[in-house]
């Protein structure tokens, strides 16, 4: 029950946002005065703690807006100095398969950027090169979204692995748990093992996805014919 309470201001967003459209400048001060009347009303917080919590997601989000911040004057930057268009001719001059070149820089290149700033600054970063080498859009908004799931773990230097960590460590005393760092170990191992295994697969349901949804013939076979590659890919992602 109190789950499904706690997905109400995030279900309104949603909502709001991609149903009706509304403006992030108004739809998510509407997520935050649902959030304190659910923390006031079915989890007794009282007006102090609901408004210093308020100042603590204020001030974490700082952080992450730098790292956006950062990445998107990166991709204006190269934008303005010509640096995208060296990027899109080396991109090119690989290979001009638009299967190769989604796997090269929806799934390489944004694995790289999700390891070294995260935070949805690959997608961010890898759309505009996939524009720029003539996806649709469209095509190139979704192949970098799906792409960016499997990496997400190691987001940020493993900012989201060691975050779930520092959640539970001051719970690990009470279960047994005196070789903190070992614990942490195994969690990383877990979190990388699910990776390894789903991540061909995320790789391989894009480019089929692209293939049906943009390509000439939309036949199947096209993204069969890059499974290779694909492991290939994933290998070089999965075993460091």
Do not use: H
Not at 57 to 64: K, Q, Y
Not at 82 to 96: E, H, P
Not at 159 to 177: K, Y
């Amino acid at each position: 029950m109190y789950a499904i309470i706690a997905f109400i201001p995030i279900i309104v967003t949603i909502i709001v946002m991609a149903g009706f459209n509304w403006p992030a400048k108004i739809a998510l001060p509407l997520a935050w005065l649902i959030t304190a009347v659910v923390c006031f009303a079915a989890w007794k917080m009282d007006i102090i703690t609901i408004a210093a919590q308020t100042i603590a997601g204020f001030l974490n989000s700082i952080d992450t807006i730098v790292i956006i911040f950062g990445a998107i004057l990166i991709m204006n930057t190269l934008k303005q100095s010509g640096g995208m268009g060296v990027i899109n001719r080396m991109f090119t001059s690989v290979s001009d398969d638009p299967r190769i070149q989604v796997i090269i820089i929806g799934f390489m290149f944004g694995a790289f950027i999700e390891g070294a700033a995260g935070f949805g600054t690959p997608a961010a970063l890898a759309a505009p090169l996939l524009i720029g080498l003539g996806f649709p859009p469209l095509c190139a908004a979704m192949c970098a979204l799906i792409m960016n799931s499997t990496p997400v773990a190691y987001g940020a230097v493993g900012t989201p692995t060691n975050t779930a960590f520092n959640m539970v460590s001051s719970e690990l005393a009470g279960i047994g748990v005196t070789d903190t760092e070992a614990w942490k170990l195994g969690l990383t191992k877990w979190v990388a093992i699910p990776s390894a295994i789903i991540c061909p697969i995320i790789i391989f349901i894009v480019v089929f996805m692209m293939v049906k949804m943009f390509g000439k013939d939309k036949s199947t076979k096209y993204a069969i014919e890059v499974i290779p590659y694909i492991l290939m890919a994933a290998v070089a992602f999965v075993v460091p």
